[in-house]
């Protein structure tokens, strides 16, 4: 987590309470896929934030981002409620899709297929 401490600060804050807000989906944006927050990197002036998210049993991930793309405001206005005490301005929200696990696991799967002789 490259930044200052207090991007850092910024960033867990906001990735502690968009897990929260994600998990106690009430509005059905998520169709019941199990979706976490990866990581949160916010930009210096902390007026937008990054928020790369994890859909391991998602059938479509794009179409899951598209929805949640299309319930940003009503993402960031929860958001909002929650920090607006601890924050000046609400940063605005870009979702990505986190593809480390599936790049780990194509990692490991080449791996596994090696055909390394025994030494002698």
Not at 13 to 27: A, Y
Not at 37 to 46: G, H, N
Not at 48 to 58: H, K, Q, T
């Amino acid at each position: 987590m490259a930044g200052t401490t207090r991007q850092q600060k910024f960033a867990r804050l906001i990735h502690k309470e968009l897990s929260d807000i994600l998990q106690r989906d009430k509005r059905g944006i998520l169709d019941n896929a199990f979706i976490t927050v990866a990581d949160v990197k916010v930009s210096p002036d902390l007026s937008v934030a990054r928020i790369y998210l994890s859909m391991m049993l998602a059938e479509n991930k794009n179409a899951i981002l598209e929805k949640i793309n299309t319930r940003k405001k009503e993402i960031r206005k929860a958001l909002g409620d929650r920090i607006r005490n601890q924050a000046r301005i609400i940063p605005e929200l870009i979702f990505y899709i986190d593809e480390v696990e599936e790049q780990a696991q194509r990692i490991e799967d080449i791996i596994r297929n090696l055909n390394i002789p025994p030494e002698k």
